[in-house]
């Protein structure tokens, strides 16, 4: 065969390979509805391993590598997953023909918890100077509104969403009111002026992105502010899927949030910060990279696309963040000092006090 037939005989294949992965997704679904109608919950470990494994036997007796093998069908895994969580949210329909209103819908995660809600049944209306289309009812001021929405969720800016809770406080809504800020601590007054007009509010914070599908292994979570009904209802939302849900207080919730997020992005902005003032050509770097250079700079990569403005108010709002800028600056002079004073044992204690702590963490997950 020339060139060209073995190229045309690839299309071939991978049009059956993706007519093979159509099937395989459809019949999540039914594996969905069976595993609702059994009461059995949609992420089932045991079977994953027991596919996986099995991938990697046939791949070696097929002659392929069996970490491809693996590779590829995690990623099958993860799409029938999804598929079933997704299956699972209509089947549920938690909203059963109520209404709701997102403020600030036409944000990125506006926009996923629009959608999100519209799955379970929600009547959505979308409250944006920027309209999402003709997908939901639509308002360019949510002041209009008349409020009589069994849930409204607030997903401005965190710049704004004070401002916005404070006007919904004077109008007492008969819902269910919640946020979704990264941050609660410059939302306090808002949220407590809520709480104080006998509002059944709380607070979420979902912790991933607007591109997320599948939310096995994704954690939302929920600030109890004194309202059960609130508290349970938003937590409901979540039910049908297979996210984590974690209930905490706003001190608590931001104190931790300046390590989750706050250390995190400050680590990521310092390394690619420090590469791109060194002089040195990305491309040169790439080409002597390392395991470890190049996992970090992926996350860094990652965080580099990132909003700036975001990023800025998760560090410049956060009562408790200079706490993790402080640690992360003392633990770099360490670092520093332990090479510059020739010093191997405190360098050793450092390392070895970091993997006796992320052992800890391996063994609580």
Known sequence: MNLDALRARLNVLDRQLLELIAERQSIGVEIARAKRDAGLPTRDFKREREVLLAARASAQDLGLSPALAETLLRLLIQGSLTTQEQAQLVAQGRGGGRSALVIGGAGKMGRWFAAFLSSQGYRVTVADPISTGEQYEYLSD???????????????????????????????????????????????????????????????????????????????????????????????????????????????????????????????????TALAESGEAAPRLAALSSTTYDAQIDVASKVAQESPELYFEIQHLNAYGRESLQALRTAVERVCSAVANNDPQEFKALMTKGREYLAGRVRRS
């Open 142 to 272: 949510w002041r209009t509104s008349a409020l009589d929405q069994d849930l409204i969720v607030v997903a401005t800016p965190l710049g704004i969403a004070n401002e916005v809770l404070l006007s919904l406080a004077e109008r007492k809504p008969v819902g269910i009111v919640f946020d979704l800020g990264s941050l609660k601590t410059p939302l306090r007054a808002g949220l407590l002026a809520l709480k104080a007009a006998q509002v059944k509010v709380t607070s979420l914070h979902p912790m991933f992105g607007p591109d997320t599908e599948l939310l096995s292994g994704r954690h939302v979570i929920f600030i109890d502010l004194g309202s059960s009904e609130a508290l349970a209802a938003a937590q409901d939302l979540f039910a049908s899927t297979m996210a984590e849900r974690a209930v905490m207080s706003i001190d608590e919730h931001d104190r931790l949030i300046a390590y989750v997020l706050g250390l995190s992005h400050a680590l990521n902005i310092s390394f690619f």
